[in-house]
């Protein structure tokens, strides 16, 4: 893993979105697909992107069977073209079948999060983002000593003026 998460907060998460997704059971799936059936499927990138999210969705299919096995082809932060396999599963079909929306759910959003950050990145390379700039006045760069003392009636003046507001039409 790229990224220093929580495992027991990725597994919880997870259970979760499986949870709201299928609740206690895929009757669809149960109703359409053998119990013994076997299957395989292969995650293949529709348009360019930035990998993201692998560990959790590994972590939607181990929840759901601990049977299915799981081959990334991709690693965490990879760029890939459309028509490049990330990764794929193998083990039983209603296995697959139960677990492939919620680990899409979850690699379609942090990878759409990790590609539109890149992205942004890539357009401001080489600027200083956060970086500011402060006017120091002269007498602030002499020597404490060398100052004028401060006046804390102008201060107290200042503060008592009503603020300066620019009307912009």
């Keep these: 893993a790229i990224l220093d998460i929580d495992p027991e907060r990725v597994r919880r998460i997870v259970r979760q979105a499986i949870e709201e997704d299928v609740g206690a059971r895929d009757a669809t799936t149960e109703a359409t697909v053998e119990a013994a059936a076997p299957a395989t499927g292969i995650?293949?990138?529709?348009?360019?992107?930035?990998?993201?999210?692998?560990?959790?969705?590994?972590?939607?299919?181990?929840?759901?069977?601990?049977?299915?096995?799981?081959?990334?082809?991709?690693?965490?932060?990879?760029?890939?073209?459309?028509?490049?396999?990330?990764a794929s599963v193998t083990g039983s079909a209603r296995g697959i079948l139960t677990a492939e929306r919620v680990a899409l759910n979850f690699l379609q959003r942090m990878s759409g999060i990790a590609t539109i950050t890149r992205a942004f990145v890539d357009a401001v390379g080489g600027t200083l983002v956060g970086a500011r700039q402060h006017h120091v006045p002269d007498d602030a760069r002499a020597p404490v000593s060398a100052r004028p003392a401060a006046d804390p009636d102008r201060r107290r003046q200042r503060i008592a003026e009503p603020a300066q507001r620019a009307h912009v039409a």
């Design 43 to 86: 995650f293949v990138a529709k348009q360019s992107l930035l990998i993201a999210g692998l560990d959790v969705a590994l972590e939607v299919f181990r929840t759901v069977d601990p049977l299915i096995t799981w081959e990334t082809r991709a690693r965490e932060g990879d760029r890939l073209e459309a028509g490049n396999a990330i």
